[in-house]
C-alpha cells in the first residue's frame, strides 16, 4: 500500500526539490528543516533516485522512542552534563545521532531538557564589523599588549552554580597569562590575574580592559 505524504513531508520533499533545482542553498535547507548540512544531501541522493513516497517517515504510527525506553532519557542527559554541556540543543540532536547513535526528534529532546531545567546555549552573534573602519593588526612583540575580561559560565559543570573566570591573554602571540575564578566579575578577580602576570611575566606595556567601570572610584 503506497504512503501519504504528511504535511511536515511534503514541505520537506519540495524543500530538497527547491536545493535540486538551484533555488536555495543547501544551508538554507538546513535552516528551513532544521537539519545538519549531511542530512540535506542524503535527502537530496533520495530526492535522485527514488519517488515521492520515500520521503514518509518508517516510524511513523509507532510508539515514541524514548517513551519505551526511559533509560535512553538518562543516557542523553548524562550525555549532554559531562560531555556536550557547551552545544546548543540543534548541535547536541544531530552529535547524538553522529557519535552516540541515537536517534531523538527535536521536540522529545527540548521536552526532555526543559523537564530537566536544562536551557539551550544562546548562539554566540558575531558583530558586524565597520568597513569604514580598518582592522587593527596585532601587537608584533610578546608583552607589548595584554587584554582582559571575565566570562560567566557553568564552569564546574551543571550541578554548580555559574561563575566568572577572568583572564588576560597576550595580543601577539595569543598566550593565555593568567586566569582567576570568582563568583562575581571583580576588581579583586583582575589584581589576581594582574599578580601572576607579574610574578611570571613582569610588566606589560599596554594592559586592555572593556570593564573600565570595575576600575573606576564611583563616589556615593
Keep these: 500500500m503506497e504512503r501519504k505524504l504528511t504535511m511536515t513531508e511534503k514541505h520537506k520533499y519540495k524543500t530538497i526539490g527547491k536545493v535540486i533545482n538551484n533555488e ?39 510508539t515514541a522512542y524514548n517513551k519505551t525506553k526511559p533509560e535512553i532519557c538518562e543516557n542523553i542527559l548524562n550525555l549532554y552534563k559531562t560531555k556536550y554541556i557547551d552545544f546548543n540543543f540543534i548541535h547536541f ?52 599588549l595584554l587584554q582582559a575580561d571575565a566570562s560567566e559560565h557553568l564552569w564546574l559543570g551543571i550541578n554548580h552554580p555559574k561563575i566568572f573566570l577572568h583572564g588576560a591573554i597576550d595580543d601577539a602571540t595569543n598566550t593565555v597569562v593568567g586566569l582567576y575564578f570568582d563568583y562575581q566579575e571583580t576588581l579583586n578577580g583582575y589584581y589576581n590575574v594582574l599578580y601572576q602576570i607579574l610574578k611570571n611575566y613582569g610588566i606589560t606595556m599596554t594592559f586592555y580592559t572593556d570593564k573600565q567601570t570595575i576600575f573606576t572610584y564611583q563616589k556615593k
Aim: no cysteine.
Design 93 to 144: 540532536k544531530e552529535k547524538l545521532l553522529e557519535n552516540e547513535k541515537i536517534k531523538i526528534s527535536y521536540s522529545v529532546l527540548y521536552n526532555l531538557m526543559s523537564l530537566n531545567q536544562i536551557k539551550s546555549p544562546r548562539k554566540q552573534k558575531l558583530r558586524k564589523k565597520d568597513k569604514s573602519h580598518p582592522l587593527r593588526e596585532r601587537r608584533k612583540y610578546f608583552g607589548e
Design 24 to 62: 536555495i542553498t543547501k544551508k538554507r535547507a538546513a535552516k528551513i528543516l532544521d537539519l545538519s548540512i549531511r542530512r540535506i544531501e542524503q535527502l537530496m541522493k533520495i530526492y535522485d533516485t527514488q519517488n515521492m513516497t520515500s520521503f514518509a517517515h518508517h516510524s511513523r504510527g509507532r
